[in-house]
């Protein structure tokens, strides 16, 4: 099956600077990949996702590469701001089209903190 | 339009009783995830309904875990016999699913589940 790896598990920037998390997949045969931001208390939303047809999109300061080749994407924050601070989760999905459909793996989540 | 939902948002059970926690998804979409969150932790996967397919159930820790989600809608998802460890935040989430495609999961607020 699919097996979904986070890097780090923490990340402490200062406000203003770049922020990166790496995700690595190892089933080929996945072709979506959503991040999720999930602030303390409330529930997991997408901030940003790509499919395997496109290297990179961009989302004003968010955005994300994927290497196919290499199994592995990547969610790029630019200029960080104090709400920015969360815990973003990467996923991988798609593509089996095996009974029941698609599941998602989740990465095990980076704590993001913005330091002010 | 009306997101996720979920109910009840808080509950509180002694240990060895039986809890029924609901989710309605969003209309028209056919596939249903439920999910654990300890506190601190990451998106544990527990159970996955996709149309009318078998479910996929690889993810229940336990025989005491439950789903059923009728007339591809509301799901519910029972504990037996609850357990202190079983103390967590229950997500569901819902999304379109189309084949090989997925497509971005719509998380509900969670259920945060304290067992006594």
């Known amino acids: 099956g699919e097996n979904v790896e986070q890097h780090p598990s923490t990340l402490s920037v200062q406000e203003g600077d770049s922020a990166v998390i790496k995700c690595t997949y190892s089933?080929?045969?996945?072709?979506?990949f959503p991040w999720y931001k999930q602030e303390l208390g409330k529930r997991p939303q997408l901030i940003i996702d790509?499919?395997?047809?496109?290297g990179e999109k961009k989302d004003q300061r968010i955005a994300v590469t994927l290497n196919k080749t290499a199994k592995h994407f990547s969610l790029h924050i630019t200029e960080t701001q104090p709400e920015d601070s969360a815990v973003y989760f990467c996923?991988?999905?798609?593509?089996?089209?095996?009974?029941?459909?698609?599941?998602?793996?989740f990465g095990t989540g980076t704590s993001l903190t913005v330091i002010p | 339009g009306a997101g996720v939902s979920q109910s009840p948002s808080n509950k509180v059970t002694e240990k060895g009783k039986d809890v029924e926690l609901r989710c309605d998804p969003i209309?028209?979409?056919?596939?249903l995830y439920w999910y654990r969150q300890s506190l601190g932790q990451g998106l544990e996967f527990l159970i996955y309904?996709?149309?009318?397919?078998?479910?996929?159930k690889s993810g229940l820790p336990s025989d005491r875990f439950s789903a059923e989600r009728t007339g591809g809608s509301v799901s519910t998802l029972t504990i037996q016999r609850t357990q202190q460890e079983d103390s967590a935040v229950y997500l569901c989430?819902?999304?379109?699913?189309?084949?090989?495609?997925?497509?971005?999961?719509?998380f509900g607020p969670g259920t945060r589940l304290t067992v006594t």
């Open positions: 790509i499919r395997s047809n496109v």
């Open positions: 089933d080929s045969a996945s072709n979506y």
């Open positions: 309904f996709q149309g009318n397919s078998a479910p996929d």
């Open positions: 989430a819902s999304s379109f699913s189309g084949g090989l495609v997925s497509y971005e999961q719509y």
């Open positions: 209309s028209g979409h056919t596939a």
């Open positions: 996923a991988a999905s798609g593509g089996r089209g095996l009974s029941p459909g698609n599941q998602f793996y």
